[in-house]
């Protein structure tokens, strides 16, 4: 059964960890400014009617998924450079919810780059964010925090047996930018790229924020791709837990963690 209190006491304390480090406070507030600044002379000229729209949310998720990549990277790492995984890994609390609480704290704080984006946007360029189907955007939008949890999840104890974490950081962060297309569709990708981000939860994710943003065409196939994102989502957070059992099944035996 997931202990609220120390997931609590985690998001906390990751929460102040997190703002007190440079590196983390450029992610989550300069981060967005660049980016939007950037998407926006990107789109301006573009034919699209709510060209905003991809701005905000563009800039929004990659700044989600640069705090996201950080929390389940970043801070295994950091915790294996000052010598507290190992006891993390063995505290009588589950380490999944600890992990969980550092990627909860994470998310919230990314989240902030969405509403910075917002602001910036309407103070810098008096655009505004258009939302054609109020109800379904809301219920998008918690899908997606739910499907980046997941991904944060999943990869989190991939990142715990490996020692080149942070490489592997700087790895999937750019990239997961085009797969799932963050800032652009991903219809311009090459085909025998596409299979790939179909099968990234993020895709799904900023695709249905898009038309419950811009206008759905196609109920039922909305619907199916909300579908998708739960499913994908919820193999995602079923993986992780495999992942994670195989991660103390391993720690136990070989007693290598802070060196592996």
Known sequence: MLNLKVVFSTFKLH????????????????????????????????SYINYVNYVILGSGLTSLWSSI???????????RYMGTLENLVSSPSKFTTIVLGKVLA???????????????TKVLFN??????????????????????????LLIAPIFTLSKNARALMNCLEYPMFI????????DILPSFIKPLSYVLSPTW??????????GIDDFSTFYKKMFILFF????????????????DKRTRIEATLGVS
């Not at 797969?179 to 991903?186: N, R």
């Not at 994710?205 to 811009?214: F, G, K, W």
Request: glycine share 6%; net charge neutral; hydrophobic share 55%.
């Open 69 to 79: 990549c950080f929390s389940s990277a970043g801070d295994i790492e950091r915790e």
């Open 205 to 214: 994710a900023i695709d249905i924020l898009r038309e419950s943003s811009l």
């Open 232 to 247: 994908i989502s919820a193999v995602y957070l079923i993986a992780s837990k495999v992942l994670f059992s195989k991660v």
């Open 127 to 152: 655009g505004s964010l258009h939302i054609e189907h109020g109800f379904l955007f809301l219920i998008s939008f918690i899908l997606m925090i739910f499907s980046f949890i997941s991904i944060a």
């Open 15 to 46: 929460l102040s960890q997190s703002l007190s480090r440079a590196t983390f406070r450029f992610c989550i507030i300069v981060q967005p400014l660049i980016y939007t600044f950037i998407l926006y002379m990107v789109y301006r000229e573009s």
């Open 179 to 186: 797969l799932c297309g963050f800032v652009f569709p991903i």
């Open 106 to 120: 994470n998310t919230f704080l990314g989240l902030t780059g969405m509403i910075l984006s917002l602001v910036f």
